[in-house]
């Protein structure tokens, strides 16, 4: 079992920065690929980033793309999402998931909320 805790969540002005980070428990961290997914106010959960469990492998969703950057410490069982550039549509809360390769996302953080004000 995998636990997941977000943190770095807060309200920043519209082209301002912020990093979220995501702490695992456990030891096997490292087999996991990663991702970051965010919840609007009437809107579905879409995913904004994933990484593979080397690292090597990182996607993007369109509206974040060139903006945010997905990166993992592997030692500190840690993922974490720098978001740049922010804009008013991505305030959401942002979510931590893990899943092994080929399964499903299977872990999952509480959130933390990211508010982008004008």
């Known amino acids: 079992q995998v636990q997941l805790v977000e943190s770095g969540g807060g309200l920043v002005q519209a082209g301002g920065s912020l990093r979220l980070s995501c702490r695992a428990s456990?030891?096997?961290?490292?087999?996991?690929?990663m991702g970051w997914f965010r919840q609007a106010p009437g809107k579905d959960r879409e995913s904004v980033a994933t990484?593979?469990?080397?690292?090597?492998?990182?996607s993007y969703g369109d509206s974040v793309k060139g903006r945010f950057t997905i990166s993992r410490d592997n030692a500190k069982n840690t993922v974490y999402l720098q978001m740049n550039s922010l804009k008013p549509e991505d305030t959401a809360v942002y979510y931590c998931a893990g899943k092994l390769f080929g399964s499903t996302w299977s872990f999952w953080g509480p959130g933390t909320q990211v508010t982008v004000s004008l």
């Open positions: 456990g030891r096997t961290f490292g087999r996991y690929n």
């Open positions: 990484i593979s469990w080397s690292g090597d492998s990182t």
